[in-house]
């Protein structure tokens, strides 16, 4: 069964470096989405993505936060500068027809230090 | 505004009980909602959607039911098994967005005893 896959698993980085977080959305579907969720909340909303371009972001999404699908496959989030409060859960999603039945991959663990 | 919450932070049934999660929501114009379940450490596991043109709908052992008028929603699990035990989140789209925005409520942690 096509899965949608996250690397790396755990990224640990000192505050103020930037990181790249990397998706691998399931091959046919169109609609891809970042999330994050903070230990012991609830997940939260950052982006959304289709034909290049953002559908919408959240308040969370600022500048420091870009997305982008480099090649056919891949699907990335870019934290710029990262903060302390940036660490989470960061999990991306995608759908295929629409942004219906959204399948998640199994998250990067970021820790800010 | 956008809300939408669970009842019960933990439920705790017996292994083989049906098991009853609720879930309510504030925006009436919210037409799309889905069940997800997360075990730990893992990401979330879509379990069953419905739209707002229905009711009910029926999986695999879960039902899902949807009151509009009272904009409750829940999540029944027959037969519940181990296997079943996850924090469960219902979450929603509303009507006015056609972006995927999905909002998430705050989860129930089911526990099943064997």
């Known amino acids: 069964e096509p899965e949608v896959t996250q690397t790396p698993s755990h990224q640990v980085t000192q505050m103020g470096q930037e990181v790249i977080l990397r998706c691998v959305p399931i091959?046919?579907?169109?609609?891809f989405y970042w999330y994050r969720q903070i230990l012991g909340q609830k997940v939260e909303f950052l982006v959304s993505?289709?034909?290049?371009?953002?559908?919408?972001k959240s308040e969370i999404f600022d500048d420091q936060f870009s997305v982008e699908r480099p090649d056919g496959s891949n699907f990335t989030l870019k934290i710029r500068s990262t903060k302390l409060e940036d660490s989470a859960m960061y999990f991306c999603?995608?759908?295929?027809?629409?942004?219906?039945?959204?399948?998640f991959g199994p998250g990067t663990r970021l820790t800010v230090t | 505004g956008e809300s939408v919450g669970l009842h019960l932070p933990t439920l705790s049934v017996q292994e083989g009980d049906n098991s009853i999660i609720n879930c309510a929501y504030s925006?009436?114009?919210?037409?799309?909602f889905i069940w997800y379940k997360q075990e730990s450490g893992k990401g979330p596991q879509f379990i069953i959607d419905i739209r707002s043109n229905m009711d009910k709908r029926q999986g695999q052992r879960v039902t899902v039911l949807l009151n509009k008028t009272v904009k409750h929603l829940s999540l029944q699990i027959a037969a519940t098994q181990p296997g079943d035990s996850a924090v469960y989140f219902c979450a929603e789209i509303t009507g006015s967005s056609n972006t995927g925005k999905l909002i998430f409520g705050q989860g129930t942690t089911l526990q099943v005893k064997p």
């Open positions: 999603a995608s759908s295929r027809q629409g942004v219906y039945e959204q399948y």
């Open positions: 993505f289709y034909n290049n371009e953002i559908s919408e």
């Open positions: 091959s046919n579907h169109l609609y």
């Open positions: 925006n009436s114009a919210s037409d799309y």
